[in-house]
C-alpha cells in the first residue's frame, strides 16, 4: 500500500498510540501517589482530631448515626434472612451426607468471616457511600469548601476526619449486629420451619466459633470501613466546578469501594486461611 | 504609597491546562478598597481567590505581611483566616448548618473559649448590620438569595477581620440592600480595614475605591489609583468618579460652612 501525504504513517500512528498509552499511564501514577497521599493526610489528621478538642465532633456523632444507627434495621432484616436461609439449606443438604454437625462451621465461615463484614460494606457503600461522595461534591460545587478553608476550617480535619471515623467505628459496629442477628436472630425464623432446640442451636455455634474466624471478621469490617470513607471521601472532593460531576462522583464511589473492598477480603481471607 | 496588605508575585493559576491568571503582580494597599475590574471570565475571581488564600498558584508567591501564604504554618495560618473574611459571589453558605451555626462556626474556631452569650451578642449586632430579621435556626435554602448573600456577608464580619475580600458583593442584591453594603463597606473603610472587592458595578468602584486592577484574559493589564485608572478607562466610571469627587467636594463645602457659622 502505498503512503500518502494526507494520511497519518502507520508507524507515527503506533507512536502516538505509545506516547497516549504513556501519558495514561503517568496520570494514573500521579492520580494513585496523590490518593495515597490524601489517605496518608487523612490518618495524620485523624491523629490530631483525637487529640484536639475539634468542632468537627458533632460531625462525627452525625456520622455514626446516619452510617449506623439508621441502617440497623435493614441489617437485621438482612442478616436474618441470610442466616435462616444457610440454616434451612444446611440442615436439610448436610444430614443427607451425615454431616449435619457441619452446619455450625458452614454458619461461622459464611457469617462471621464472610457474608457480615461484605454485606454489612455493601449497606454502607450504598447508603454512606453514595451520600458522603455526592454530599461533599455538591459542597465543592456551591464553593462550600472554600468557605471552610476561609474561616479557617480545613476540611480534611472537618468533613474527612469525622467521616472516615463514622463509618469506619460504625462498620466495626454495624458487622458485629449482623453477626448478632446473622447467627441468633436467625434461629428465631429457623424455629417456624424445623424445631431445634435452643441450647443445642447455641452449643454448637460456639463449639464451631474459633479467634480467627472472629479476628478475620472484625479485622475485614475495619478495613473496609477504611476503604470506602476514603474512597467516598476522596472521590468527593475530585469534584471541580460542575454540578454533573457531582453524580459521577458518586458512581465511581461505589464502583472503587466494591472492587477495593472485594480485593481486600480475598487478600485478607487468605492472609486467614494460611495463619 | 502605602504598605501592601497583600502583594501577588508572579502568579499563575491552572485550572488543568487551562491558564487562568498568567504571572500577575500587583500589591493591594494597606488600609484602603482596592477594585478588581475586568471583563467576564478574564480571571478577576481567581486572581481574588489566590489573594486569599483559596486557590493555589501553579507559580508565584502570595504574600500577607511579607509571608508566603503557601508556606505558612499552622499558626501563622489560623492567623491569617483569623484576620481575613471572604464574600463569595455565590453566597457558599453551609446548607446542611442552620444561620447561626453559619455565624457561630467562625467565632468557635477563632475564640474557642468566648461565652455563649457572647458569641450570641456578636452574632446579633452582625445581622442587625446586615438588616436580617429572620430565624437563625432556619437553613440557607429557606432564604432569598439576596438574604443569603447578606447573611454571608454577617459571616464575613463577626469576626471583625481587617481584611476582606468580596467577589461581586451587589449581585442577586436589591437597591436597598446594595445601599446597605455600600454603607458597611463605607464603615469598615473609615475603620482602616483593608478591603479587595471584584466587581463590574461603576458606583460601587466610583464610591469606595482608592485603588484598582484591571485585568483582562488573565493578566494584570494596569493597576494604580483609582482617579489615574479612571483617567485612563473614561466613559462611565470616568462620569462617576468625577461625580462622587464634586458630591464630596459639596459636603465638604457644606460642613465647613456649617462649622464657621457655629
New interface residues.
Partial sequence: MRWTSGAVHPILSSMNFVTALGHRTIDRFREAVYALGFFGRVLTETVLFVRR?Q?GFKVLVMQILFTGVEALSISAILAMGIGAVINIVGLSLLPQFGQGRLMYVILIAIITRELGPLLTAFIIIARSGTAIAT?LG??VV???I????????DPLSYLVVPRFLGVTVSCFFLNIYFNFFGLLGSYGVLRIIKPLPFAEYFQGLVGALNGIDLAAGLVKSLVFGVLISVVATYQGFSV?RATTEVPQAGIRAVGQSFTAIIIADAVITAVSYLV | MSESAIRLEDVTVLFGDYEVVSNSTVSFPQGQVSLIIGKAGSGKSTLLKAAAGLVVPEQGHVLFAGNDLARMSHTENMAFRKASSFVFQDSALWANQSIYNNLNLPLAVHEPGLPKSQADARIREVVRRVGYNESLAIRPAELSSGEQKMISFARALVLDPSLIFLDEPDASLDEEAVERVLEILKECKRAGKTIIIVSHNTRLIAELADFICVVADGKMVSSGPTDQIAQMLGGELLKRVRAVHERDAAIDAAIDAGSGGA
Avoid at chain 1, 146 to 153: C, D, K, L, R
Fill in positions: 478538642k468542632v454530599e455538591g459542597m456551591s464553593h462550600e472554600e468557605a471552610y478553608i476561609s474561616v479557617g476550617v471541580m
